[in-house]
């Protein structure tokens, strides 16, 4: 039926730098406080949970309230702005998708890689309030890097598969919206798991950010080795959602030039 | 000599909806009105070889599927039925200068553009000064392309784009703009394309560079009918055709 034989050598990683680089530039190049705008956001957040549950109501037998409190802000807040400008990533190059052949996973690729400049950037703030908590350091901070990169997998594969389905569906953008103002209270983010009733942690179990963001608390804050059943499940989990992703991004991506 | 480019039966369709929708929730409360559709045949079994170092030009009127062609060829749509074989790499500039973002820099969007049309970073640094010196934009190099007119944008768009070291060239209308002597430099870079053997595809409603350049041309009629030959024929015909 239909063959394309494309015998290219072309730059692929310059290409993915280059549109990560300037994604970054033109976010944050156009106020003069830059990147302190995005880190405005979290800290907000964290500002205002940290006066209702800590000071007002008083969460009692959370360990470090406020870098447990922190580090959930963050690792949520980079999922919910990776995953929502990932959707939209394609439709914003759209002249690009219509007159230049490349591989277009490179899109949502730059657009999650600039994201993750900024979780870098907020992991710095997070390493400096835990040296001011004196939060004990531990060994197992170590495994908090491989948490990071399986959140940035996961992330990936959500975008790609929605930015897959985006051009279709525009509407997305309001029903993922609401997904993911259900999934920050659905998370243990503000709450520590054991206030909620022992039938519902099956709920935890199965959505697999409140999985990251356990167990980037677990080692960086409390200290504890993951196991290896726990490390290995949690892998799985992120590569079975970047696999799906993957998969329908790639069955979808050559009609997206006439989807537009 | 071997065809670089082999056509064969090559038909596109698109589906036209009846209603055009963008939303879920239309589509899931109209799942069976959205699923309705007309077809539309923008080509229909065309057959073509193209040969290394072949300049052809298409002609037809607008809508004739001329674009639709060089996009099946660049592979950014894939045929509805027969098959397009590219024995090579091919530079789409379909459009110059798409990709630029009028926010950043002319020397960042050189980078940008550099890097979407297929080169590695070396070679942007390597030929940096030639792409700046051609465009004769030395005094504006940083100053935000927001501020550049659509001229001066489109000299530094070519500018990048003749630095592709692509054998197959897809050249779809990209000299409407330009004041007359920088049109006149871009005609010598096509010479130059010429000399060193490349096959290039150029899409022009300008029958005389068409004319002047091309070894071949395919003229797209209404329909499926087409017609090849040497370019004076086709353009007689064209021009018989569209006679007022």
């Known amino acids: 039926m239909k063959l394309v034989k494309k015998i290219r050598e072309k730059n692929y990683p310059f290409l993915v730098n280059q549109f990560t680089v300037t994604d970054f530039k033109l976010r944050y190049s156009h106020s003069a406080l830059g990147y302190l705008w995005s880190l405005l956001n979290p800290l907000l957040l964290f500002g205002v949970l940290y006066l209702v549950f800590s000071v007002f109501m008083r969460f009692g037998g959370v360990e470090h309230y406020q870098v447990y409190l922190l580090s959930g802000i963050m690792l949520y ?33 730059s657009s999650t890689l600039t ?106 804050i409390m200290g504890e080795m993951p196991g290896t059943r726990n490390i290995i499940l949690n892998l799985v989990i992120v590569l079975f959602f970047f696999g799906v992703g993957y998969v329908v991004f790639q069955r979808r991506q050559k009609y997206f030039a006439e989807w537009l | 000599m071997d065809s670089i480019i082999t056509i064969r039966d090559l038909s596109k369709m698109f589906k036209i909806p009846h209603v055009r929708n963008y939303n879920l929730k239309t589509y899931i409360v109209n799942f069976r009105k959205m699923r309705q559709y007309e077809k539309f045949y923008a080509l229909e079994r065309i057959d073509l070889d193209i040969e290394g170092g072949e300049f052809v030009g298409i002609i037809g009127r607008n809508g004739s599927g001329k674009s639709t062609l060089l996009k099946l060829i660049a592979g950014i749509l894939i045929p509805t039925s027969g098959e397009v074989v590219v024995e090579g790499d091919i530079s789409p500039f379909l459009e110059l200068g798409v990709g630029f973002n009028p926010e950043l820099t002319a020397r960042e969007n050189i980078f940008l553009y550099s890097a979407i049309l297929g080169l590695s970073r070396n070679e942007t640094e390597g030929r940096f ?35 592709s070291n692509a054998p197959i060239l897809l050249v779809d209308e990209v000299l409407a703009v330009g004041d007359a002597p ?63």
């Open chain 2, 129 to 163: 000064a030639d792409i700046v010196a051609f465009s004769e934009l030395e005094k504006f190099i940083d100053s935000p392309l927001k501020n550049f007119s659509s001229g001066m944008q489109v000299r530094l768009a070519f500018s990048v784009a003749i630095q």
């Open chain 1, 115 to 220: 994201n993750t400049i900024t979780l870098f950037l907020n992991m710095v703030i997070l390493t400096i309030f835990i040296g001011f908590s004196k939060v004990p350091i531990h060994g197992s901070v170590f495994f908090g890097i491989l948490t990071l990169v399986e959140l940035i997998i996961l992330a990936l594969g959500v975008s790609l598969f929605l930015s897959a389905f985006y051009l279709n569906f525009r509407d997305l953008t309001h029903i993922w919206g609401v997904i993911l103002q259900l999934g920050f209270w659905a998370t243990p983010i503000i709450y520590p798991m054991d206030i909620v009733p022992a039938k519902y942690h099956i709920l935890f179990k199965i959505n697999p950010m409140a999985r990251l963001i356990h167990n980037f608390r677990m080692v960086v």
């Open chain 1, 77 to 109: 807040t980079y999922f919910n702005e990776t995953t929502s400008s990932g959707m939209m990533s394609l439709l914003k190059k759209s002249s690009l998708l219509d007159k230049v052949n490349f591989p277009r996973i490179i899109i949502p690729l």
């Open chain 2, 182 to 244: 920088f049109q006149k430099k871009c005609f010598s870079v096509f010479d130059r394309f010429k000399r060193e053997g490349r096959t290039i595809v150029y899409v022009s409603h300008d029958l005389t560079s068409i004319q002047k350049f091309c070894d071949r041309v395919v003229y797209l009629r209404r329909g499926s009918e087409r017609r090849y030959g040497k370019p004076a024929d086709m353009i007689k015909l064209y021009e018989s055709d569209t006679k007022v």
